[in-house]
């Protein structure tokens, strides 16, 4: 079993910056791919950021720029570091990570956590 723990949500007003934390735990044996994900109300779930091995990086073009993605390997955790947010960016994040598990290579996703931005 593999859990991911998403934290660092809340409400902000625009320009604000939010950082945001998933950490992976349980069965992990390699990890592939972890990502940033959201989706707002009535919208797709749409890809926000993605980091392969701590250094390659990909951003959706709606958040280049504003958004960085990082990744602590020892701690099995990522961030996302927020910055000038903008009440386009309100959304559910998501966490989601591509790993072996000591069966199979899947994707696992976090709980969620709620980012308004908000005057």
């Known amino acids: 079993q593999v859990q991911l723990v998403e934290s660092g949500g809340g409400l902000v007003r625009p320009g604000g910056s939010l950082r945001l934390s998933c950490a992976a735990s349980g069965s992990i044996v390699s990890i592939y791919v972890m990502a940033w994900y959201r989706q707002a109300p009535g919208k797709e779930r749409e890809l926000v950021a993605s980091?392969?091995?701590?250094?390659?990086?990909d951003y959706a073009n709606s958040v280049k720029g504003r958004f960085t993605i990082s990744r602590d390997n020892d701690k099995n955790t990522i961030y996302l570091q927020m910055n000038s947010l903008t009440p386009e960016d309100t959304a559910v994040y998501y966490c989601?990570?591509?790993?072996?598990?000591?069966?199979?290579?899947?994707?696992?996703w976090g709980q969620g956590t709620q980012v308004t931005v908000s005057s």
């Open positions: 989601s990570v591509n790993l072996n598990d000591g069966n199979y290579r899947r994707n696992y």
């Open positions: 980091i392969i091995t701590g250094v390659t990086t």
